[in-house]
């Protein structure tokens, strides 16, 4: 310190003043850069600022006084009185007080005490901040708040709703970022309305919030107001919550004006957040809502407008392009567009280009949704299910209960034949959110697990849970009774579907369960006429090419490939002038036109859809199809090592639900080919695999393959398991149509011989 001090005083004041600036401007980018990389609270940076400009005039006055001073002061005296050769002089006086008090070494460490004391303040407050202790403790350090706790944020209250609306949708919008509070999403609550008996677009407000987060569990509710000042806003807010569901915190922001509105909702987040407990650091380092969302209030106000739409896909539709329209990057709204357009099942083309422009827009987008792009714009568009799969489990890192991540991610491992990991993916959803998709999927791979006891009773447990999805609940237990063959008991719940539920969903499926149970025993005629009710509501099966695709089978059982062949091209001249490309359902008609003898046709007509959507548009199930039609072409043309290649390619692509389908393909290449062995493991392989979504295959597929068994089995000289199958055969075909009878009665004939031989 004493060389600093001397090489100080060599300077002149315009010097020292030089060097104290550039010191000071050095402090500051060290306080930010601490501060940034750190997480130190935000007054301390203009803390440091105030101590810098407080030793400022120390500083200038130090140096003018230091300056004024005779340099003998600073000279060292001679080494003796003789060898100077002077009379010694006088005693020199005492310096004056403001020399004492202004000198270098007391400036120097009267800022280094300051700094140290705004150091000791500042560790004082994180500890406290981390501890709980106090007004600066946080949340979830005094035990109020878990980390990660799902929140309700209320609907903002204000003399202009709309304006309130946005506000509260904006607020969300941020909060999202954080990893400390989980924002309950407005599916959800739309759903904990329709729970509470009421229309699940009501308004939710800060009273219907409590209510919701109490009977639903949440841990807290963010309620709050936004008031007009001048041209300016006032937003205000509290966290509410605890045993007494009193106030945890209260907010303060303001805005001088409407284009300064985001700037303040976006303060008033991160103020929230930080008391909530979340880092400092990660506060500081997330981008700012305008970056998350969008810079045009317009746009959020239709974006808000669209979420509160539950219920009205078609309507949010338009309010989400809108939303689009005005701020071409806003990527959230881009995301909800894929959705709704998901939902609705239509304009496949807009959905993937939607995905597409959200991927693109991934980095506007809060960490969770923009996760759930990349996952959605992996599988359903570029068709990479690994990559999809890293996406939600990256994910599932931050927000280990993300209902979407825990779901999605299940199907993804429960389409890889993944049993055991998509169960209990399944159950975590389940867990952490009671929704009906939850259940229903874990029902599903326990169908799959040949569980069915367990997969009745997690539907029984869905019914005490969720009373309101009775209708979907019993429409899913009647299909996984046809698919496990138990299907005088899916009969009779099907008898009842229609007239216990009301309404053309209703109508619809109930439609479809008869068409399915009357087409696996026979009864084409009645299966044909329920397809004429198919179209009742919106779905897969009401698509102009399934019902031609269904009806074109029931063709073919009774005889008339031929026919089939022609209304199913004919079907497609139509379908080729009304939708679009990628709205055709060619995974389902290809395969059919192939199987009824069209084999010529389908080529021509796969090469045209190859033409019109290329494979980075056709998504992970378009791929799947296009894998299963190539196997199928290869089939048809006779080519039995290209095909069983290809089948098993498919198989391993796409494994689990894609079993039953490469186990009947190959069983058909090994048949035509006169190896009866593999052809029987193959056949009995389709028939046991115990999927819940094997009823598109049953319905045309099992009576023939029961009949083309015992067969097999005859001819192999295995006449027990032949016995078996023809019995199997005899009893599911009991009641088909006349033009079926003679296939029966000859299975009925040989059957007797057999068990007569046994005898």
């Known amino acids: 310190m004493k060389n600093l001090i001397h090489e100080i005083h060599r300077r002149s004041l315009w010097q020292v003043l030089g060097i104290y600036l550039a010191v000071s401007w050095v402090v500051l980018q060290v306080v930010d850069v601490v501060g940034n990389n750190f997480g130190l609270p935000d007054w301390v940076a203009p803390a440091a600022l105030v101590l810098l400009l407080l030793g400022l005039p120390v500083v200038i006055a130090?140096?003018?006084?230091?300056?004024?001073?005779?340099?003998?002061?600073?000279?060292?005296?001679?080494?003796?009185?003789?060898?100077?050769?002077?009379?010694?002089?006088?005693?020199?006086?005492?310096?004056?007080?403001?020399?004492?008090?202004?000198?270098?070494?007391?400036?120097l460490l009267g800022g280094g005490a300051a700094f140290v004391l705004l150091a000791i303040l500042t560790g004082g407050y994180l500890f406290m901040r981390s501890s709980g202790i106090g007004p600066a403790g946080t949340?979830?350090?005094?035990?109020?708040?878990?980390?990660?706790?799902?929140?309700?944020?209320?609907?903002?209250?204000?003399?202009?709703?709309?304006?309130?609306?946005?506000?509260?949708?904006?607020?969300?919008?941020?909060?999202?970022?954080?990893?400390?509070?989980?924002?309950?999403?407005?599916?959800?609550?739309?759903?904990?309305?329709?729970?509470?008996?009421?229309?699940?677009?009501?308004?939710?407000?800060?009273?219907?919030?409590?209510?919701?987060?109490?009977?639903?569990?949440?841990?807290?509710?963010?309620?709050?107001?936004?008031?007009?000042?001048?041209?300016?806003?006032v937003l205000t807010a509290r966290i509410v919550g605890g045993p007494e569901w009193g106030t945890l915190a209260a907010f303060r922001q303001e805005s001088a004006s409407e284009d300064e509105l985001l700037d303040a909702i976006g303060d008033l987040s991160h103020a929230i957040r930080d008391k909530a407990?979340?880092?400092?650091?990660?506060?500081?380092?997330?981008?700012?809502?305008?970056?998350?969302?969008?810079?045009?209030?317009?746009?959020?106000?239709?974006?808000?407008?669209?979420?509160?739409?539950a219920g009205d896909e078609s309507a949010a539709l338009a309010l989400f392009e809108r939303a689009t329209e005005l701020d071409p990057e806003f990527a959230m709204a881009h995301r909800k567009v894929a959705v709704a357009l998901g939902n609705l099942g239509i304009r496949a083309a807009d959905q993937a280009a939607a995905l597409e422009r959200a991927y693109e827009l991934r980095d506007r987008l809060p960490e969770r949704e923009r996760?759930?792009?990349?996952?959605?714009?992996?599988?359903?568009?570029?068709?990479?299910?690994?990559?999809?799969?890293?996406?939600?489990?990256?994910l599932l890192e931050i927000d280990p209960d993300n209902e979407a991540a825990l779901n999605n991610l299940g199907l993804l491992r429960f389409q890889r034949g993944q049993y055991d990991e998509a169960e209990g993916l399944f159950q975590r959803a389940v867990d952490a959110r009671q929704i009906e998709v939850g259940y229903l999927n874990l029902a599903r791979v326990r169908i799959s697990l040949d569980r069915m006891a367990d997969a009745q009773a997690i539907l029984d447990s869905a019914l005490v849970t969720l009373p309101q999805a009775e209708e979907t609940i019993e429409d899913l237990r009647i299909g996984l009774l046809i698919s496990s063959a138990a299907y005088d008991e899916a009969g009779e719940l099907a008898d009842g579907f229609a007239t216990t539920f009301a309404g053309p969903?209703?109508?619809?499926?109930?439609?479809?369960?008869?068409?399915?149970?009357?087409?696996?025993?026979?009864?084409?005629?009645?299966?044909?006429?329920?397809?004429?009710?198919?179209?009742?509501?919106?779905?897969?099966?009401?698509?102009?090419?399934?019902?031609?695709?269904n009806r074109a089978r029931i063709s073919a059982a009774r005889g008339d490939e031929r026919g089939a062949v022609s209304e199913l091209v004919t079907r497609y001249a139509a379908v080729r002038d009304t939708l679009e490309p990628a709205d055709r359902i060619y995974g389902a008609w290809l395969p059919t036109l192939i199987e009824v003898g069209g084999a010529t046709d389908a080529r021509r007509i796969y090469e045209e859809w190859k033409g019109a959507v290329p494979p980075e548009q056709i998504g992970a199930f378009g791929r799947d199809d296009r894998r299963r039609i190539d196997a199928l072409l290869a089939t048809a043309a006779g080519d039995g090592d290209e095909a069983v290649r290809l089948w098993n390619l498919f198989e391993?692509?796409?494994?689990?639900?894609?079993?039953?389908?490469?186990?009947?393909?190959?069983?058909?290449?090994?048949?035509?080919?006169?190896?009866?062995?593999?052809?029987?493991?193959?056949?009995?392989?389709?028939?046991?695999?115990?999927?819940?979504?094997?009823?598109?295959?049953?319905?045309?597929?099992?009576?023939?393959?029961?009949?083309?068994?015992?067969?097999?089995?005859?001819?192999?000289?295995?006449?027990?398991?032949?016995?078996?199958?023809?019995?199997?055969?005899?009893?599911?075909?009991?009641?088909?149509?006349p033009v079926l009878q003679p296939r029966v009665a000859a299975a009925r004939t040989r059957l007797g011989d057999l068990r007569r031989a046994a005898q």
């Open 277 to 309: 407990g979340e880092s400092l650091r990660a506060i500081r380092s997330a981008p700012p809502l305008r970056e998350v969302s969008t810079a045009s209030l317009e746009a959020l106000r239709i974006y808000t407008r669209a979420e509160s739409m």
């Open 62 to 107: 130090t140096a003018f006084v230091q300056e004024g001073m005779t340099a003998k002061e600073f000279q060292p005296p001679p080494q003796s009185l003789a060898e100077a050769g002077e009379v010694a002089p006088s005693p020199a006086p005492e310096p004056e007080t403001h020399h004492r008090l202004l000198t270098w070494r007391n400036a």
């Open 139 to 233: 949340l979830v350090a005094q035990g109020v708040l878990a980390e990660g706790a799902p929140v309700v944020v209320a609907d903002f209250g204000g003399s202009d709703e709309e304006l309130a609306g946005v506000v509260t949708g904006a607020l969300r919008i941020d909060l999202f970022q954080s990893p400390t509070i989980r924002v309950v999403e407005p599916t959800d609550l739309s759903e904990a309305l329709v729970r509470m008996q009421r229309s699940a677009d009501t308004r939710v407000d800060a009273a219907t919030a409590r209510e919701i987060a109490i009977r639903e569990g949440y841990a807290a509710v963010i309620e709050g107001e936004i008031g007009t000042v001048g041209s300016g806003h």
């Open 371 to 394: 996760y759930l792009a990349e996952a959605d714009y992996q599988e359903l568009v570029l068709g990479d299910r690994d990559a999809a799969i890293l996406a939600f489990e990256n």
């Open 505 to 549: 969903r209703a109508g619809r499926r109930s439609a479809q369960h008869r068409f399915a149970l009357a087409a696996v025993h026979g009864r084409l005629a009645d299966a044909y006429r329920e397809t004429e009710d198919f179209d009742l509501a919106p779905g897969f099966f009401a698509h102009p090419m399934v019902i031609a695709a």
């Open 652 to 737: 391993r692509e796409c494994p689990g639900v894609c079993k039953i389908d490469a186990a009947y393909g190959r069983a058909k290449v090994h048949d035509r080919a006169g190896r009866a062995d593999d052809a029987i493991r193959e056949y009995e392989a389709f028939l046991s695999e115990p999927l819940h979504d094997r009823l598109l295959v049953d319905i045309f597929g099992r009576a023939p393959t029961l009949e083309r068994l015992a067969q097999l089995y005859d001819e192999t000289g295995d006449a027990e398991s032949a016995a078996a199958r023809y019995a199997a055969f005899v009893e599911l075909w009991a009641d088909a149509d």
